[in-house]
């Protein structure tokens, strides 16, 4: 499979595109038995550097979506005053966070 806006090509497993960066460094063997011709050094390294960078995106979000509960730890929707109940408590002084999260 090839991408017409950037002509990389992702090999298929077992009937599964590999839309990855890095995938033909990782499936040589699938380039090499369709006579698929490889691209440069250069692109491949490039490719396997973006690709590295990419994990480390990858594996931030990943860690928050385990840590965080969506339903109960979102905050996006709240408004300023409950934004604030978080950071100084209720009562505005402090002691907004439970004992060992948050801010010291």
């Given at each position: 499979?090839?991408?017409?806006?950037?002509?990389?090509?992702?090999?298929?497993?077992?009937?599964?595109?590999?839309?990855y960066l890095g995938a033909i460094a990782d499936h040589r063997d699938f380039m090499e038995r369709h006579h698929i011709p490889l691209p440069s050094r250069e692109q491949i390294e490039e490719d396997l550097s973006e690709a590295r960078d990419k994990k480390?995106?990858?594996?931030s979000f990943s860690r928050e979506w385990h840590q965080f509960?969506?339903?109960?730890?979102k905050t996006?929707?709240?408004?300023?005053?409950?934004?604030k109940s978080l950071f100084f408590?209720?009562?505005?002084?402090?002691?907004?966070?439970?004992?060992?999260?948050?801010?010291?």
């Open positions: 499979m090839s991408c017409l806006s950037c002509g990389r090509v992702f090999p298929i497993r077992d009937g599964v595109p590999r839309l480390r995106t990858r594996q509960e969506y339903r109960t730890d996006f929707d709240w408004d300023i005053e409950e934004r408590g209720r009562d505005g002084v402090g002691e907004g966070f439970p004992s060992g999260q948050g801010p010291a």
